[in-house]
């Protein structure tokens, strides 16, 4: 009975994920087309784009025909849907077998849902939307007054909130100085605001380190392979929030590691 209890528990996670990832999509298409245009057909369609995962309903689409959603859907979009509930029903199992029945549960998981968000929506047009990362910023130091996230109180997730901000702002702003012109945009200083808010400042430091290695690496591979020219524009916010996403699940291990290694040297 206890296999068959933690069975029925790790299925309805799941299923919480794929409700989790259809509000994602239905929150990056409006962004995306800059319009509530986004959510298009009848009341009855928008409240069950809203309420349903689609991932079953648009592969039946993709492989059988069309118009089960809307005419107006084209296959990148259809894919990116799917991958993005994909993403949040699995990765919300995942955060069950880690933190569940603690609160920080449900923190974590409102918290990767907007990083997720974030990275579609970055990929896609290039911004990241205040109403996403300046919202995300006070919820997160609410929950840490209450105590729902791990191991942060609220003076942790202020100095994140602090750091965040300042780190990537300070250089934007000496760049365009120097420069006259952006070198970074003032979504990813509100986003590492974001993430300092649910992290803290080690978080903050970790994010942007691999955010920073991995945006470095992907642009030298593309430049090798001349996908990218050298004045091409990346959007950081992706690599941001799959940084964040990675401390999540493995920052304070992955810093152990790296600090156990330095005995070594």
Partial sequence: MHVIEEIAQYFVATVFGFLVGAVVNAVSRYFLS????????????????????????????????????????TKPQLYSDVVVELVCGFGTLALFVKFYPAPVFFTNVAFCAALVAIFRIDLGEMIIPDAISLNSVWVGFMLSWFGAISSMDWKSSLCGILLGATILYVPAYLYRLIKGSDGLGGGDVKLMAMV???????GVIFTLFVASFSGCLVGLIGFLYKRISSNSL????????????????????????????????
């Fill in 34 to 73: 800059r319009s509530s245009t986004a959510l298009k057909g009848s009341s009855t369609l928008r409240f069950l784009r809203v309420l349903i995962p689609v991932t079953a309903i648009k592969t039946v689409k993709l492989f059988f025909g069309k118009g089960l959603i809307s005419a107006a859907d």
């Fill in 196 to 202: 300092g808010a649910f992290t803290g400042a080690q």
């Fill in 234 to 265: 990346i959007p950081f916010g992706p690599f941001i929030s799959c940084a964040a996403i990675l401390y999540i699940f493995f920052g304070p291990t992955i810093i152990d590691l790296f600090l156990s290694l330095t005995d070594y040297f």
